[in-house]
């Protein structure tokens, strides 16, 4: 079956405008997750999304980012006025229930952003 | 927030067996051990996991120290596939992954 799938790919942009990347997560899976990972390290947790419940945005670095899943499916991640800190690989990952029950993360390929 | 500790980096030749240690000793008892992987270039992949007990699959074993305080990954024979980061993470009841070890690189010669 299909898995998590993440567009675009690849992005480069300009300090100081926004972006977009966009999560697809596997059909069914009520968990979904934000990470980034920049180059060379681990992986940094961003925001969790549960079903209906209210998202856990604990892992934000700051209010220039947010993010949204609509329908309890597809998630975008938006970052405003990007600054060159943020150049990464964002990852997204979804599971089937979430919850400290064992769950299995499945990840998508990543979106790496380059922040000029 | 309870933290992970591994070694940066191990080496093994092919078709050998690799023990991957863990460190967790301040591991709550409600956290679940996870092990991912990434290879180059690829988003993290799930190997195993455990609560308590020693679990196998087909991947890897996962032996668990009675207290918990540390684990060890087993891949039984290493080949050049097996060459990647290898994280331990603690997963606990909210569900978000929120302690990441620095993960190991393991480096497999033929």
């Known amino acids: 079956g299909a898995g998590v799938s993440q567009s675009p790919s690849n992005k480069v942009t300009e300090k100081g405008k926004d972006v977009e990347l966009r999560c697809d997560p596997i059909?069914?899976?009520?968990?979904l997750y934000w990470y980034r990972q920049s180059l060379g390290q681990g992986l940094e947790f961003l925001i969790y999304?549960?079903?209906?419940?209210?998202?856990?945005k604990s892992g934000l670095p700051s209010d220039r980012f947010s993010a949204e899943r609509t329908g309890g499916s597809v998630s975008t991640l938006t970052i405003q006025r990007t600054q060159q800190e943020d150049s990464a690989v964002y990852l997204c990952?979804?599971?089937?229930?979430?919850?400290?029950?064992?769950?299995?993360?499945?990840f998508g390929p990543g979106t790496r952003l380059t922040v000029l | 927030d309870a933290k992970t500790t591994q070694p940066n980096s191990m080496e093994s030749n092919e078709e050998e067996p690799v023990h991957l240690p863990c460190n967790h000793s301040?591991?709550?008892?409600?956290?679940?051990i996870h092990w991912y992987r990434q290879l180059p270039s690829q988003g993290p992949e799930y190997v195993i996991h455990?609560?308590?007990s020693n679990v196998n699959n087909r991947m890897a074993s996962l032996a668990i120290a009675e207290d918990r305080k540390s684990s060890t990954l087993i891949l039984h024979r290493a080949t050049l596939r097996d060459a990647a980061v290898y994280y331990c993470?603690?997963?606990?009841?909210?569900?978000?992954?929120?302690?990441f070890g620095g993960g190991t690189r393991l480096m497999v010669k033929p």
């Open positions: 993470i603690l997963l606990n009841n909210a569900g978000n992954m929120l302690t």
């Open positions: 455990g609560l308590t």
């Open positions: 990952a979804s599971s089937l229930e979430g919850g400290g029950r064992g769950d299995t993360q499945y």
């Open positions: 059909s069914g899976h009520t968990a």
């Open positions: 999304f549960q079903g209906n419940s209210a998202p856990d």
């Open positions: 301040t591991i709550s008892g409600t956290d679940y």
